[in-house]
């Protein structure tokens, strides 16, 4: 058979795509709704968060950081309850991460502030001595794409399904009419907030990354 | 259908692959060496401003090498082996031709746009698929194009029977077909949602869990046919012709494609042991991991056997060096690779520094050692001229060896300490180092492989040379070498 198939390129290559799909249809279709479901109460990313979960990506914070506690008393103890399936349900892509050259971050709401957040973003040794965390001084100017991130809402909501209220949707004149609720967001945000920069974008109707990205830390947990 | 001595083939496209090859490879290892020397002197992150960070490079690394440095290597490769095997020339089929060279040129610019939205921060954020959409859809018919090349080249072929090498190259292109399509499933929000926010943006299609086990279902046997699967064909071509032995054994070869196939998919799931990711499919992942030893090394075993008798081609030959060494990596690697995707061991592995170690024996060891080991062998028969310093060869050899040594040790020691301090408690069951603590104690061996990247990408910048002074400045062939290429000292 072997010997034949190698003389007809075409079943040759039906044989080997069979043998390669195989695998895929039977370890990831079973549990595919199953897994998808949420955890009662769970709510979906504000577009304040979802902004701040872009500036998570964009500098490709999982380079260094998980966002999954394993079921081992070391991890439980140190980051909190571990991690159940329905908590990513509206993780779009999911952010786990592969590498902890820095902690787990799933529960980092639950025990740091924004406060903390700020100065340690500015400059982490300050913070954590002999930490070899970059700083990212950029967050505090660079202003985030709340845009981007009331688009991602309303896909969601519209293909997914994801639980959005009736103020989101598509077109510019929604997203006019609903992008006072985020700057209010943000300015809840920059009341811990000392640098000066900060306020002088929220005053201009601007969210600087770092606030974007601190509302999405808060809201792990 | 031996009587084609006359056949000229034709390397117009091979050449191109072979150049971008050379290039990505330097660039994707000397920002390799930069982020690891990153992590040893953090002050090193602000060279280039927002654009310097660790975690805005990593990505541009891992992208660069996977699909600058070695799919170039792949085609390169595929667009000599290919005609040779098939016993027909490119030039026969202005068609191909034609083909091939779209195909070079937009994978070209596809890649060159890829590194430079990177690096301004548009990232699906899902590892080894970072790209966004719009690059995305290049990538997919850079891919269709390469397949039109394999199939139409097969389609006009004097020998009827496929090398071995061919089952490889045609199961790297569907197996990546198949897992870049499901795995870069994604919704564009700009078009959703009315025409506003950025149009690079799109949603994955899965969300959490799903999401996961598609992404590391990709990520796992993007490796599986990217560094594995194309890099197997090359040795099963390279190295009976460098060292004008037949391959060992026909059976062992068909054993260990066929097994190699249907195994290695099942193995994703290892990626995810102790997730929310269901326990049988841990389990299947576990369990498939360690039977993949057997394809695994069927292949490498099969590859030294070849060398039955001539072993002494190994202290006469650099190229036969490279490619034993090779294959004795690619043993490590896949011995490794089970070993830590038992869930007792992945509980201390996973997440630590030992994971970046393994796949770089493979990548340095196996899969960049073959490539460039391939490179070296086409460059006489492409460019009709000896290589320009085996002495050079020898010494790029040593130093990138000592560089594999060097980078993956440290990573075992620095991974394994990691796992240990992560769990270790005191008499009262509380943890006894904060996480910092188990960073600093990292340094040393992050410094080590700092000099493990270095060393390595010398020996690169040695190859980019000897390969340089080859092509332009060697001593002419009157015709081309049967078996061992020839090289002045």
Redesign the interface.
């Known amino acids: 058979m072997?010997?034949w198939l190698?003389?007809n390129?075409f079943f040759?290559?039906v044989g080997?795509?069979v043998?390669?799909?195989?695998?895929?249809l039977v370890?990831?279709v079973p549990?595919?709704a199953e897994?998808?479901r949420p955890i009662v109460g769970l709510k979906p990313y504000s577009v304040l968060e979802l902004a701040g979960k872009?500036v998570?990506?964009?500098?490709?914070?999982?380079?260094?950081h998980?966002q999954?506690i394993?079921?081992?008393k070391?991890?439980t103890?140190?980051y909190g309850q571990y991690?159940?399936?329905?908590?990513?349900?509206?993780?779009?892509?999911?952010?786990?991460?592969?590498?902890?050259?820095?902690?787990d971050l799933h529960r980092i709401g639950n025990y740091r502030t924004t406060d903390w957040h700020e100065n340690h973003m500015w400059e982490p040794e300050e913070l954590?001595?002999?930490?070899?965390?970059?700083?990212?001084k950029?967050h505090f100017t660079?202003i985030a794409?709340i845009?981007?991130?009331?688009?991602?809402a309303?896909?969601?909501k519209?293909?997914?399904n994801t639980p959005y209220g009736d103020e989101i949707k598509?077109?510019?004149e929604a997203?006019n009419a609903y992008k006072p609720q985020v700057l209010e967001e943000a300015k809840a945000i920059a009341v811990d907030m000392k640098h000066p920069e900060v306020h002088e974008a929220l005053k201009k109707g601007e969210v600087p990354e770092i606030v974007a990205l601190i509302a999405y830390l808060n809201r792990l947990k | 259908m031996q009587s084609n001595a006359s056949l000229e083939y034709d390397y117009s496209v091979a050449k191109l692959f072979t150049y971008t090859t050379i290039l990505f490879g330097f660039l994707g290892m000397l920002i390799g060496t930069l982020i690891a020397s990153?992590?040893a002197f953090?002050e090193l992150?602000?060279m280039f401003?927002?654009y310097g960070?660790?975690?805005?490079l990593?990505?541009l690394h891992t992208n660069i090498v996977i699909f600058g440095f070695t799919l170039s290597g792949v085609f390169a490769t595929f667009y000599y082996v290919g005609q040779r095997v098939l016993k027909v020339s490119m030039a026969e089929s202005p068609f191909l031709m034609t083909i091939g060279k779209i195909h070079f040129w937009l994978y070209f610019v596809g890649a060159l746009v890829g590194v430079i939205t990177l690096a301004m921060?548009?990232?699906?954020?899902?590892?080894y698929a970072?790209l966004e959409w719009p690059i995305d859809v290049v990538i997919v018919i850079v891919w269709v194009l390469w397949g039109v090349s394999i199939?139409g080249l097969?389609g006009i072929r004097r020998e009827?029977?496929?090398y071995i090498s061919l089952?490889y190259y045609?199961?790297c292109f569907?197996?990546i077909a198949?897992l870049y399509l499901?795995n870069n499933m994604e919704?564009p929000?700009?078009f959703?949602?009315?025409?506003?926010?950025?149009v690079m943006?799109s949603?994955?299609?899965?969300?959490?869990?799903?999401?996961?086990?598609?992404?590391w279902?990709y990520g796992h046997n993007a490796v599986a046919f990217g560094f594995t699967v194309p890099i197997v064909a090359m040795v099963y071509y390279y190295l009976p012709k460098e060292s004008g032995q037949a391959v060992y054994s026909y059976k062992l070869s068909?054993l260990s494609f066929?097994g190699l196939?249907?195994v290695?998919?099942?193995a994703?799931?290892h990626?995810l042991l102790?997730?929310?990711?269901?326990d049988w499919?841990q389990t299947?992942g576990s369990i498939?991991s360690v039977v993949l030893i057997l394809p695994s090394w069927g292949s490498a075993i099969n590859m030294l056997l070849t060398m039955k008798g001539e072993w002494n081609q190994l202290t006469e030959n650099p190229l036969i060096k490279f490619m034993v060494l090779a294959s004795t990596f690619y043993m490590l690697s896949t011995l490794e690779g089970p070993i830590q995707a038992i869930k007792s061991v992945n509980?201390i592995a996973?997440?630590?520094?030992w994971?970046?170690g393994h796949v770089h024996d493979g990548t340095l060891g196996w899969v960049s050692f073959m490539i460039m080991a391939a490179l070296f062998h086409m460059a006489p028969r492409m460019f009709k001229r000896e290589i320009f310093s085996k002495k050079l060869m020898e010494t790029q050899f040593w130093l990138q060896t000592t560089a594999v040594v060097l980078y993956f040790t440290s990573m075992w020691i620095a991974g394994i300490t990691q796992g240990m301090m992560?769990?270790?408690?005191d008499e009262y069951g509380?943890?006894m180092y904060s996480?910092?603590d188990t960073?600093?104690v990292l340094h040393p061996y992050y410094a080590i492989r700092a000099l493990a990247g270095l060393l390595y990408l010398t020996g690169f910048v040695m190859f980019a040379y000897n390969m340089y002074k080859t092509i332009t400045a060697s001593k002419r062939l009157e015709e081309e070498p049967q078996f061992r290429s020839p090289m002045a000292a």
């Open positions: 072997f010997h190698e003389k390129p040759f290559s080997v795509f043998v390669i799909a195989f695998a895929g370890e990831i549990s595919f897994a998808a872009e998570y990506k964009k500098d490709h914070c999982i380079a260094c998980s999954l394993r079921p081992f070391a991890e103890d140190r991690s159940v399936s329905g908590e990513y349900a509206y993780d779009r892509p999911f952010l786990w991460g592969s590498k902890r050259t820095g902690p954590v001595a002999g930490s070899i965390m970059p700083a990212y950029h660079n794409d845009e981007t991130a009331y688009a991602e309303v896909t969601v519209e293909v997914f598509a077109g510019e997203w | 990153q992590l953090p992150n602000y401003g927002e960070t660790f975690s805005r990593r990505p921060g548009f990232s699906a954020s899902k590892e970072e199939f097969i009827k029977a496929l089952w045609i199961a569907l197996g198949m499901f919704v929000t700009y959703v949602a009315g025409g506003i926010g950025s943006h949603v994955s299609m899965y969300s959490g869990t799903n999401d996961a086990l598609v992404q279902w068909l066929w196939m249907f290695y998919l099942w994703g799931s990626h102790w997730s929310t990711v269901p499919m299947m498939f509980a996973h997440f630590t520094d994971i970046p992560w769990r270790a408690v509380n943890l996480f910092i960073v600093t």
